[in-house]
Nanobody, 115 residues
Framework: QVQLMESGGGSVQSGGSLRLSCQASGMDFSAYAMGWYRQVPGKQRDLVALITSAGTTKYAEFVQGRFTIYRDNAKNTVDLQMTSLRPDDTAIFYC?????????WGQGTQVTVSS
């Protein structure tokens, strides 16, 4: 079965950096678009960044120029490099694998940014 395991979350001060990683298994990784979403309790889950199977990237406006998404099809991983973190980036970050009518989510990893 498909499994997505996130790692790399934690606490950092404003202006700091973190790199999240998602290890996928049980799937044809290269066939999926991969992405990261984030969610604050009580609010909807928002797209942060997406990378298609062809390597095209898309970012939410609120992370433009600060976050970069990478995928490694040989290792079945997708990473999110986050820089210039702000307190309003505090959220649970989720890895997602998606293709038509088929999507899978990780358990999430907490990112906390203090001022």
């Amino acid at each position: 079965q498909v499994q997505l395991m996130e790692s790399g979350g934690g606490s950092v001060q404003s202006g700091g950096s973190l790199r999240l990683s998602c290890q996928a298994s049980g799937m044809d990784f290269s066939a999926y678009a991969m992405g990261w979403y984030r969610q604050v309790p009580g609010k909807q889950r928002d797209l942060v960044a997406l990378i298609t199977s062809a390597g095209t990237t898309k970012y939410a406006e609120f992370v433009q120029g600060r976050f970069t998404i990478y995928r490694d099809n040989a290792k079945n991983t997708v990473d999110l490099q986050m820089t210039s973190l702000r307190p309003d980036d505090t959220a649970i970050f989720y890895c997602v694998a998606a293709k038509r009518d088929d999507d899978h989510w990780g358990q999430g990893t907490q990112v906390t940014v203090s001022s």
